[in-house]
């Protein structure tokens, strides 16, 4: 699997340092795309068939979680929710702080490894753009299998441990994070950094005040991926979770084997709100980080 991954990141590579000098201080204009046509039309009716795929996939899970079957007849019931007393207890808990965490360091880290690649030019770490992207190579079950084996034995024993899963679900999210961060900093323009290099900023207040305010929106959305990717992970962490380590998708899995899909299905309703939730929260808190940069610049032209 690997072999020939080498060689389609080595292109990727190539062909990505073309399109940022190709693209670089060009002005983007929206290209105008007629609706008509066989394309069009084609592509109008396979997204309307997965749209309606979609949502007859959500509304069985919403009809399953509320109803129950006897005696031949479906009726309304809510008794699956009182079931799921005896599944959840701590997890719910667990997989928000799980997430999390994953969905913060994931990103950070993606941030971190693009800034040193992208603006204080480390070549070297373009080796680790490239184990970076490994998750992405390898499917999940065997990313997990790899940690207990690496990491089973004493100097690192954390076998067992919430550490081992944090790490896994954490690094996972570097596929995703670092090509977000990659394609938002090959964007910045080398003077807005000199510049602020000529008024006396160090590297923390470069980092602090371009390069942040220049990622902020690419970190919300990298976190929005994190956290949602780590609450429904299955693969990559159900060899190495101890029963006492349950997140609510291993809960759910065990639920769907023992027979009971209507209990399943309110546990996937209970993940699928968690996600949206905070999916909202960091858009809420990323808007109103916005306005409050906007309050400021105001206000300081104001005073000027």
């Known amino acids: 699997l690997c072999i020939p991954v080498i060689f389609t990141f080595i292109f990727y590579i190539k062909n990505s340092k073309i399109v940022s000098n190709t693209n670089f201080g060009s002005n983007l204009s929206e290209v105008g795309i007629e609706k008509k046509g066989t394309v069009f039309y084609f592509a109008v009716f396979l997204s309307s068939i997965f749209l309606i795929l979609l949502v007859l996939q959500y509304s069985s899970i919403i009809i399953s979680a509320f109803t129950d079957y006897s ?3 479906l009726y309304f ?3 699956h929710f009182a079931d799921i007393r005896d599944h959840i207890d701590k997890t719910v808990f667990r997989s928000i702080y799980y997430s999390l965490i994953s969905a913060f360091f994931g990103s950070l880290i993606g941030l971190l ?6 603006i204080r030019k480390v070549k070297f770490l373009r080796l680790f753009d490239f184990i970076a992207t490994m998750p992405y190579m390898l499917p999940g079950t065997f990313f997990g299998i790899g940690y207990i084996l690496a990491f089973n034995e ?8 919430a550490l081992i899963v944090i790490l896994n679900v954490t690094f996972k999210q570097l596929p995703f994070s670092t090509k977000v961060f990659s394609s938002s900093l090959e964007t910045i323009d ?3 950094i000199l510049s602020a290099k000529d ?3 160090n590297e923390f207040f470069i980092f602090k005040d371009v390069i942040l305010s220049h990622t902020r929106s690419n970190f919300v959305i990298s976190m929005i991926n994190g956290f949602n990717s780590t609450m429904t992970t ?3 962490i159900i060899f190495i979770v101890y029963p006492a380590q349950k997140v609510l998708t291993l809960v759910m899995f065990d639920v769907i084997n023992s027979g009971k899909y209507n209990t399943a299905s309110v546990l996937a309703i209970i993940i699928i709100l968690i996600c949206l939730i905070f999916s909202l ?3 809420f808190i990323n808007y109103i980080l916005d306005k409050l940069g906007d309050f400021y610049v105001f206000r300081s032209k104001k005073f000027k």
């Open 77 to 79: 019931t809510f008794e």
């Open 154 to 161: 004493y100097p690192i024993y954390i076998t067992g441990t």
């Open 281 to 283: 929260l960091f858009m």
């Open 71 to 73: 005696k031949g007849k």
């Open 199 to 201: 008024l006396g900023a």
């Open 113 to 118: 490894l693009q800034y040193y690649i992208h």
């Open 190 to 192: 080398k003077n807005q």
């Open 234 to 236: 299955v693969g990559s």
